[in-house]
Antibody, heavy 121, light 113 residues
């Protein structure tokens, strides 16, 4: 059974870079599927950040594309998220998830528990 | 971007009664070459990540109770809970994965009447 666990700093200063890691167990990231990041500001709905297909293709939300990078470390079976030049608007719970690979990133069928990141000085 | 709009924003239903949540996309999410609707439904309880209930608009995820069903095509979709149970109290979201960004609806808060 696949399990995902996000980790990283809970507090980031404005203008700095938010960096999170998602450790996947029970499934090899490069064996298939698509792997993505979602964030959810307090009291609001989820927002799609981006995805990385097992083939290496990446997909990003155009609203974040200039600031975000998603990458994978297959030796550690980890997915990473980097978001630079953060502001208070980036405060949210960040989730990593496994997506169905349907030619494009599909539905999220497994999720991590999420990690709250606060942007504040 | 495809905008997903859910209705209602909140809903109170008696135990054992039917609950219906609607989702409308600003453009069709039906892919003509495979006749599939790129639409998913999720359930989120407080302090938990969203849980996938339905994908391809009407395919129930493994382990999801049969009282949950999805229907619709093109731009109009419905999630139905046939007989509401206490454990179904949650926020429900639709999401399209037809195009990037894979936008979610604003959510529907389902409560017990």
């Amino acid at each position: 059974q696949v399990q995902l666990q996000e980790s990283g700093p809970g507090l980031v200063k404005p203008s700095e870079t938010l960096s999170l890691t998602c450790t996947v167990s029970g499934y090899s990231i490069n064996s298939g599927y698509c792997w993505g990041w979602i964030r959810q500001p307090p009291g609001k709905g989820p927002e799609y950040i981006g995805s990385l297909y097992h083939t290496g293709n990446t997909y990003y939300n155009p609203s974040l594309k200039s600031r975000v990078t998603i990458s994978v470390d297959t030796s550690k079976n980890q997915l990473s998220l980097s978001l630079n030049s953060v502001t208070a608007a980036d405060t949210a719970t960040y989730y990593c998830g496994r997506q169905q690979a349907v030619g494009v990133p599909g539905a999220f069928d497994n999720w991590g528990q999420g990690t709250l990141v606060t942007v504040s000085s | 971007d495809i905008v997903m709009t859910q209705s209602p924003d909140s809903l109170a239903v008696s135990l054992g009664e039917r609950a219906t949540i609607n989702c409308k996309s600003s453009q069709s999410v039906l892919y003509g070459s495979n006749s599939r609707n790129y639409l998913a439904w999720y359930q989120q309880k407080p302090g938990q990540p969203p849980k996938l209930l339905i994908y391809w608009a009407s395919t129930r995820e493994s382990g999801v109770p049969e009282r949950f069903s999805g229907s619709g095509s093109g731009t109009d979709f419905t999630l139905t809970i046939s007989s509401l149970q206490a454990e179904d109290v949650a926020i429900y979201y639709c999401q399209q994965y037809y195009t990037i960004p894979n936008n979610f609806g604003q959510g529907t808060n389902l409560e017990i009447k």
